[in-house]
T-cell receptor, first 114, second 116 residues
Framework: AQTVTQSQPEMSVQEAETVTLSCTYDTSESDYYLFWYKQPPSRQMILVIRQEAYKQQNATENRFSVNFQKAAKSFSLKISDSQLGDAAMYFCAYIGGGADGLTFGKGTHLIIQP | KAGVTQTPRYLIKTRGQQVTLSCSPISGHRSVSWYQQTPGQGLQFLFEYFSETQRNKGNFPGRFSGRQFSNSRSEMNVSTLELGDSALYLC???????????????FGPGTRLTVL
């Protein structure tokens, strides 16, 4: 079975600074997809960024980018110029090509200090 | 385009009762997946429906069931409720096509179920 590990239960960063959230996963599949979702206090799960495993180029979405290291099975999220609205729980998620449903990590609580 | 909607947003039930939750996907999406979120277990996949058929299933007891209608709306039912079923239930919709990021799942706001 696939597993996703987020080793940082909580991170804190100053507004306008850069922060990196870690995620590692374990799989024997070669075809899979990785995602970062954000869950603010409203509990609405919002897609932040996504990556196809077969693409070597790291995905970017405005201030959000990933560092995808396939051999190391690592998928970290970098948030640049942190804003107060970035405060939320961040979940790393995996889905295989067979699409059995997303497997989520335990989440990282991101605090933005003004 | 309207997002995923879930009703009701909050529910309070007592042990032994049953409950039905509803999810309307994004227009054009044919796949609906359900997830349970609890503080202890985190986010866990319940099942996925595509074209009115259950396509994938997580590791949950048979008390958890679902169905999908021809308009892709989905319902989830939990029978004989237990205290441990208290959770946020999230549904997500996607195009449901084979492989690719086109199958990205978009989530609804969730239904908060409290079992007393």
């Amino acid at each position: 079975a696939q597993t996703v590990t987020q080793s940082q239960p909580e991170m804190s960063v100053q507004e306008a600074e850069t922060v990196t959230l870690s995620c590692t996963y374990d799989t024997s599949e070669s075809d899979y997809y990785l995602f970062w979702y954000k869950q603010p206090p409203s509990r609405q799960m919002i897609l932040v960024i996504r990556q196809e495993a077969y693409k070597q180029q790291n995905a970017t979405e405005n201030r959000f980018s990933v560092n995808f290291q396939k051999a190391a099975k690592s998928f970290s999220l970098k948030i640049s110029d942190s804003q107060l609205g970035d405060a939320a729980m961040y979940f790393c998620a995996y889905i295989g090509g067979g699409a059995d449903g997303l497997t989520f990590g335990k989440g990282t609580h991101l605090i933005i200090q003004p | 385009k309207a997002g995923v909607t879930q009703t009701p947003r909050y529910l309070i039930k007592t042990r032994g009762q049953q409950v039905t939750l509803s999810c309307s996907p994004i227009s054009g999406h044919r796949s609906v997946s359900w997830y349970q979120q609890t503080p202890g277990q985190g986010l866990q996949f319940l099942f996925e429906y595509f074209s009115e058929t259950q396509r994938n299933k997580g590791n949950f007891p048979g008390r958890f069931s679902g169905r999908q209608f021809s308009n892709s709306r989905s319902e989830m039912n939990v029978s004989t409720l237990e205290l441990g079923d208290s959770a946020l239930y999230l549904c997500a919709s996607s195009l449901g096509l084979a492989g690719g990021l086109v199958n990205t799942q978009y989530f609804g706001p969730g239904t908060r179920l409290t079992v007393l």
